[in-house]
């Protein structure tokens, strides 16, 4: 159970940190990125653990990226888009 929380953090870690560097204009500050992506894949972990019990490592990493790629999703902002107006407005 250890060993899967730790590789569900250092899952979440790094698709936080990849989140970062792709969409860093669409995302808060790094910190928060982060923190979400590792504390969601733990909690991701704990929920896929609890709900399927002891022997599902796989499934078990899986849905501790699913929740930690939710959550880091929340906290996508739109795009920077200018909107335009016609002429005739």
Known sequence: MILEALGAALLGLALAWAAVHRMPDRLPVRRVVLTTGSLGAVFGALLTHGALGPGHVTA???GAVAVSTVLLSLLLRPANRRL????AV
């Open 60 to 62: 078990v990493l899986v």
């Open 84 to 87: 335009r107006r016609s002429a």
